[in-house]
């Protein structure tokens, strides 16, 4: 009887799951979570086996073509995973397959030809004798080895002929990858400075602002004896690869690429450290964590537990406890980051905790490494898998622990590409289907998370205290910096400290002393002391407001792009206004539109801006810039951070959040530009959003021996988000939070759901929200769901992106994803619980 089977095939815009059936070469073959190639349409396209079915759906079916890997790709449970958010997703089943799959799988598969001995046949034809005498000669070839082997010949076909007659075997293989070494481009000074500085000053035109930074460069790479990376040159100089060809094109500078990979925090912050003794908070943790682990190998699903700790209060010492001891359990363990180049120091603690047992897994690696982590985690040669939310699709084989750092991102919501998903949610379900122990932790966990684990009963982990480092470091700090400590208190080995205070520094009330300055006085007032004492401070800046934007400061209205509804940017070198996204410019108002009043002008909160002023302000200061523009660079973040930490600036500016658990014993200060950016957005979680990152923020103050503090500087003093987070008052701001949810009717109170159109066509965005709200509503009347409210159709906050118009149609109830369940939904873009609605 001829076996069916059904394959996920990726094919956009259909439902992608089709029927086959077997050739009797592959009967008996396949299993569930196989990789297969088949026919579609005129192509050969990739699938994946989902299961057999009895009776295909279609009166013809088409065969299986080939067996890619007789390993399944992907687990019982991976599949069952993939399907489920689908469903909730609303996605494409192939899409959700193709989460688990690393990229380029299907390339590396390839088929191992070989001679079967013995057998023979006079009938063969004279270029099948040649694929013969290739394959005795060199014994068995795959694929791409033929290729090389019979260039521009079409081998497949005889190849073929001989398999059906016995005389090859074939077999689908795949290989290991070539693992190419790590490419890093470096540069070096190969003139003396002096002469360098000459040589630049007679090189023909430049604008002052390119030779600025170019000098910079130079003087930068005078002070560094070996040749250094390109993105700590960038970042220290602001230069770009441009300026340095330029340098190397006059003979100044040697470029040049480095095989050898400098870990530069290597020699930084070195782990020597026995596991620490735990503290009794972390104790109580870990046992609450055992029993989980206890109850899953007695076949029970443990609940989730909800780690909340202040940044520093020994979070990750818990996370390396649990796995492990789920190692031990003879599990494996998966760990979810946001970004990894943002936690190097989880990332070397967890290598050097658990030696070769760990792989990580992350957007910047090559397809090949990625391709090699995957094999060995399906293989089982590895047990702990770190990497952002992608990570949580590495196949292993019996998982026993899940563990969500910093679960409050949003970076762990996929929303650039189908499927649109929540990677927490998924960690959740994969938790539950694998009864593993899953530990989501955070300083802020998010409103919706905290209600759900109070009303679920999860297990509810809490990290009051501070720890300020092991002692040992403490002792060993204080010693090399030659300095008095603050009194700290002691559990086991661990130092304890105070979180830092916060001094809000009403920025209305600058103003009106006359102070126009982006830096308050008290703030100036800190870094002078700061810089004095021969410490570091860091200056944040929110990434959402980091550019120079212009708004009035008597009403709040923000200059807008006509075109595109984005924030218009002030670029200081051409006294223009510009839209980063259509290129329209205008000069500076010199009246705000809307009110009329003279006290609009630019905000100058882009990190150059700051980096500008503080330099008038402190002339001495060693300033550091650390957003995007500088971090563009493989291996640019470590590469800051190192910079800083080696005391090489006093003065970090930037828009990204300081690496977690990074030990800088010198930051005393941490300035907050301007805390209210983005409080007044027009979105449910603008104030938890704001609260979130203030608390972050401030959590990197204050993690050094000498003391800390933070200066926050707002237009809005007494909103109850930086009220709070000024307070570090994290239930404080649970409780107002929960009940404006709640009046409000908004998550955890309902569920919602945007579904959104984007178009070139800004008449067509909008007509097509229009008829989709109108079928929408007669959905939702169809099928009496009397609790659900349609908001829309309206454009979107940020209206139009990338050249696209946008707008929305927002479903909010109890179960909104129901009502579109099986609809038509065409080019909509569905958005299920997205983390937000602008
Ligand atoms: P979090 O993940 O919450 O930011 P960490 O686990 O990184 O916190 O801990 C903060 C610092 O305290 C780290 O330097 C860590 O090595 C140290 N630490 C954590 N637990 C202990 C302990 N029980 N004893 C001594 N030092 C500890
Ligand atoms: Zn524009
Ligand atoms: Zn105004």
Redo the contacts with the bound molecule.
């Keep these: 009887m001829t076996e069916y089977i059904q394959a996920a095939v990726n094919v956009p815009q259909i439902s992608g799951v089709f029927d086959y059936h077997l050739p009797p070469e592959l009967e008996g073959k396949l299993q569930p979570g196989c990789l297969v190639s088949v026919p579609f349409g005129k192509q050969l396209v990739q699938g994946v086996v989902l299961c057999f079915v009895e009776e295909p759906q279609v009166m013809e079916t088409k065969p299986v073509e080939a067996l890619l890997d007789p390993f399944p790709a992907l687990t019982p449970i991976q599949l069952q995973l993939a399907a489920a958010l689908a469903e909730k997703y609303l996605a494409p089943l192939s899409s959700c397959i193709d989460l688990m799959l690393p990229p380029g799988l299907s390339q590396h598969s390839d088929t191992l030809y070989s001679v079967n001995p013995g057998a023979d046949d006079p009938s063969i034809t004279p270029f099948q004798q040649r694929i013969l005498a290739k394959l005795n000669e060199r014994g068995q070839l795959r694929g791409r080895q033929l290729d090389a082997a019979f260039p521009r010949i079409e081998w497949r076909q005889p190849a073929a002929g001989l398999v059906k007659k016995g005389i090859l075997n074939s077999a689908p293989v795949l290989p290991p990858p070539v693992v190419r070494p790590k490419i890093v481009r470096v540069a070096q000074l190969i003139q003396p400075f002096e002469h360098a500085g000459r040589v630049l000053a007679d090189a023909g035109r430049m604008s002052a602002a390119v030779r600025e930074r170019r000098s910079k460069a130079l003087a930068f790479l005078d002070r560094e004896a070996v040749p250094v990376n390109v993105a700590w040159v960038y970042a220290s100089s602001g230069t770009n690869l441009a300026d340095l060809e330029k340098l190397a094109e006059l003979g100044l500078v040697q470029l040049s690429e480095s095989e050898i990979w400098r870990d530069p925090l290597r020699d930084l912050q070195p782990i020597p ?1 026995e596991p ?4 009794r908070a ?1 104790e109580e943790a870990l046992e609450k964590i055992d029993r989980g682990l206890e109850s899953s190998s007695r076949g029970e699903t443990p609940k989730p537990a909800l780690l909340h ?12 406890k649990a796995i492990e001891h789920a190692l031990a359990r003879g599990k494996q363990a998966i760990v979810l980051v946001p970004e990894i180049a943002l936690t190097p ?2 990332v070397r ?1 967890l290598l050097s905790r658990f030696p070769g047992r760990v792989g990580l897994v992350h957007s910047k690696l090559s397809p090949g490494e990625r391709y090699d982590t995957w094999r060995r985690a399906r293989a089982g040669l590895i047990q702990v898998i770190l990497g952002p939310r992608s990570a949580l699709f590495t196949p292993l084989p019996d998982l026993g622990l899940i563990v969500v ?1 910093e679960c409050h991102e949003d970076s762990y919501y996929q929303d650039d590409t189908l499927p649109f998903y929540h990677a927490v949610d998924a960690a959740l379900t994969y938790a539950r289907m694998t009864r593993s122990v899953i530990i989501l ?1 955070s ?1 802020t966990p998010p409103i919706e998370m905290v209600y759900q684990a109070n009303q679920e009963g999860w297990e509810r982990l809490e ?1 009051p205290n ?6 040992a ?1 403490i002792l060993g700090q204080l010693a090399a910096l030659n300095k008095t400590p603050l009194p700290v208190s002691v ?5 304890f400290m105070q979180l830092p205070p916060v001094e809000v520094a009403d920025m209305r009330e600058e103003l009106k002393s006359g102070n126009r300055s982006v830096l308050s006085r008290t703030l100036k007032k800190e870094l002078a002391a700061v810089l004095e004492r021969g410490e570091q401070a860091i200056l944040f800046l929110n990434r959402r407001g980091s550019s120079t934007y212009v708004f009035c400061r008597e009403c709040g209205k923000t200059l807008l792009c006509p075109r595109c509804d984005r924030p218009l940017t002030w670029h200081e070198d051409q006294l223009m206004l510009i839209c980063h996204t259509c290129n329209y410019s205008r000069k500076m108002p010199s009246t705000c539109p809307k009110c009329g009043s003279n006290q609009i002008r630019q905000y100058g909160t882009g990190t150059q801006a700051v980096e500008k002023l503080v330099q008038e302000i402190f002339p001495s200061a060693r300033t550091l810039r650390w957003d995007w523009e500088t971090t563009r660079q493989k291996g640019a973040h470590e590469m800051i951070l190192s910079h800083f930490a080696n005391h090489r600036a006093d003065i970090l500016i930037g828009t990204q959040m300081l690496a ?2 990074l ?1 800088l014993p010198l930051v005393t200060l941490v300035g907050i530009i301007l805390a209210d950016v983005g409080l007044n957005f027009p979105d449910f979680r603008a104030g938890e959003r704001t609260f979130q990152l203030l608390t972050q923020v401030a959590g990197r103050a204050g993690r050094s021996p000498l003391g800390g503090k933070v200066v926050l500087q707002t237009f809005q003093p007494d909103h109850y988000a930086i009220q709070s987070a000024a307070l570090h008052d994290f239930n404080g701001f649970y409780h107002q939070e929960i009940n404006h949810r709640s009046q409000l009717g908004f998550p955890p109170f309902s569920r919602l759901v945007r579904v959104e159109f984007r178009e070139m066509d800004a008449g067509k965005a909008e007509s097509y929200a229009r008829i989709f709200a109108g079928k929408a509503r007669c959905w939702i009347e169809e099928g009496g769901y009397k609790a659900t409210e349609l908001i829309g159709p309206v454009p979107c906050f940020f209206a139009k992106e990338a050249g696209f118009y946008r707008w929305q149609v927002i479903l909010k109830g109890p179960d909104p994803v129901g009502i579109l369940r099986g609809k038509p939904l065409g080019d909509a873009r569905v958005n299920i619980d997205p983390p937000t609605l602008l």
């Design positions: 450290f620490p003794i735990l503290t972390q700790g202040v940044t520093g209060s020994g979070k990750t010492e818990i996370y390396l120091q989880t603690r750092d932790g300083a990290l501070r720890i300020i480092a092991h002692r470091v559990d086991q080995d661990a130092a977690k658990g030990d």
